[in-house]
T-cell receptor
Framework: DQQVKQNSPSLSVQEGRISILNCDYTNSMFDYFLWYKKYPAEGPTFLIS?????DKNEDGRFTVFLNKSAKHLSLHIVPSQPGDSAVYFCAASSDNYGQNFVFGPGTRLSVLP | KAGVTQTPRYLIKTRGQQVTLSCSPISGHRSVSWYQQTPGQGLQFLFEYFSETQRNKGNFPGRFSGRQFSNSRSEMNVSTLELGDSALYLC????????????FGPGTRLTVL
């Protein structure tokens, strides 16, 4: 049973438009959430994170929104660029789990020029 | 600072064999985690080592084992390989056990024939 879900395996967006990647979780003990980006033949790289005490965190073109009551978070990329084409993983952790990170299955984003 | 390195990058084995993968964390990082990535499953947590001790373990059979050396380098061993063990094995390090961002290596692509 997946505790972190990314229900869209893939997403295509036109360059310059907004990309919205979604992530849902089932475990209410999760209190810290991260997004990683992965290019082929490379390991995932950290993108942005959010603590459960916040509902929004912004870093340049990337914004993560957290809705704790819905157990849902989303990553917004504005404006999308072709270099953003990658697989995006959502991950969650909890101090109660000794900071294990539970990852979602990933969403492949394609930004079309 | 050099990143996380993993060797070998690619490996082909046959069923029933055993394999050892190696990970060198970023200098100064004492925590090393291992993940298995397969299509559609995302990153599945295998185990984490900190100061030569296994700190956390995921839901994998006992055929999967690991260890960490005094210089923080880590090895992962899989015995009696099965076809389903074909995957990308990722290693991640962080400075200490309670630190939210992990730094990933490029992975070892294991193919079991």
């Amino acid at each position: 049973d997946q505790q972190v879900k990314q229900n869209s395996p893939s997403l295509s967006v036109q360059e310059g438009r907004i990309s919205i990647l979604n992530c849902d979780y089932t475990n209410s003990m999760f209190d810290y959430f991260l997004w990683y980006k992965k290019y082929p033949a490379e390991g995932p790289t950290f993108l942005i994170s959010i603590s459960s005490i916040k509902d929004k965190n912004e870093d340049g073109r990337f914004t993560v929104f957290l809705n704790k009551s819905a157990k849902h978070l989303s990553l917004h990329i504005v404006p999308s660029q072709p270099g953003d084409s990658a697989v995006y993983f959502c991950a969650a952790s909890s101090d109660n789990y000794g900071q294990n990170f539970v990852f979602g299955p990933g969403t492949r984003l394609s930004v079309l020029p | 600072k050099a990143g996380v390195t993993q060797t070998p990058r690619y490996l082909i084995k046959t069923r029933g064999q055993q394999v050892t993968l190696s990970c060198s964390p970023i200098s100064g990082h004492r925590s090393v985690s291992w993940y298995q990535q397969t299509p559609g499953q995302g990153l599945q947590f295998l185990f984490e080592y900190f100061s030569e001790t296994q700190r956390n373990k995921g839901n994998f059979p006992g055929r999967f084992s690991g260890r960490q050396f005094s210089n923080s380098r880590s090895e992962m061993n899989v015995s009696t390989l099965e076809l389903g063990d074909s995957a990308l094995y990722l290693c991640a390090s962080r400075p200490r056990a309670v630190y939210n961002e992990q730094f990933f290596g490029p992975g070892t692509r294991l193919t079991v024939l």
